[in-house]
C-alpha cells in the first residue's frame, strides 16, 4: 500500500506495450507475429494510436494502419468483458 500524497502508476504495463509498439519497427514485429507474417519494410506501416477516442482519459494502447488493415491493440492484465465494445467503438471513431 503506498503511504499517503505518493502517487502510484497501477498502468505501467499498458504504457511499457504502447512505448514499446509504437516503434514502427517493434510494431511490424507484434503484427508479423500475431498475423503469421514476414513483411521486413516498415514504410507501409502507419501508427494511428487514438487518444481520448471515446471518453476523456480513455485511449487504446497501439494502433497501426498496414496494408489496408487497421490493427487495434491492448494490453489487458486481466479478463475484460466490455473489449468488444470498445473495440466497436475505437472502429467506429477510427
Known amino acids: 500500500m503506498a ?3 505518493t502517487f502510484v502508476q497501477r498502468n505501467y ?6 512505448d514499446l509498439f509504437s516503434d514502427k519497427k517493434n ?3 507484434l503484427y508479423n507475429a500475431l498475423n503469421h ?3 521486413q519494410d ?3 506501416l502507419e ?4 487518444s481520448d ?16 488493415q487497421l490493427e487495434l ?3 489487458q492484465s486481466t479478463r475484460n468483458g466490455n473489449m468488444p465494445l470498445r473495440g466497436l467503438l475505437y472502429f467506429a471513431r477510427e
Open 13 to 18: 504495463k499498458d504504457t511499457i506495450f504502447h
Open 53 to 68: 477516442a471515446i471518453y476523456i482519459h480513455l485511449k487504446n494502447d497501439v494502433s497501426i494502419l498496414f496494408q489496408d
Open 73 to 75: 491493440w491492448e494490453h
Open 37 to 39: 507474417t514476414d513483411y
Open 27 to 29: 510494431a511490424l514485429s
Open 42 to 44: 516498415t514504410e507501409g
Open 47 to 50: 501508427v494511428v494510436t487514438l
Open 3 to 5: 503511504e499517503k500524497g
